[in-house]
């Protein structure tokens, strides 16, 4: 008997909230990260990028393979 995943309430109001998000860009995702990127830029929050290995490319290997 396969077990019921556990509900995080955090993790659902997360989801809730991407959707709306997407809703209110009619669902277009490329218009969701311009304005995603827009807050980002208008934020005084430091923004911080993963390494390249942590986004699945190899360490020192641009993303052209050069």
Do not use: F, N
Not at 1 to 22: N, Q, W
């Amino acid at each position: 008997m396969p077990s019921r995943l556990y509900k995080d309430p955090v993790i659902a109001e997360v989801h809730a909230i991407r959707e709306k998000m997407l809703a209110d860009c009619h669902g277009d995702h490329q218009k969701l990260m311009v304005r995603v990127r827009e807050r980002q830029k208008a934020s005084d929050r430091k923004i911080i990028s993963a390494p390249a290995d942590a986004r699945g490319t190899e360490q020192g290997v641009a993303s052209d393979g050069k």
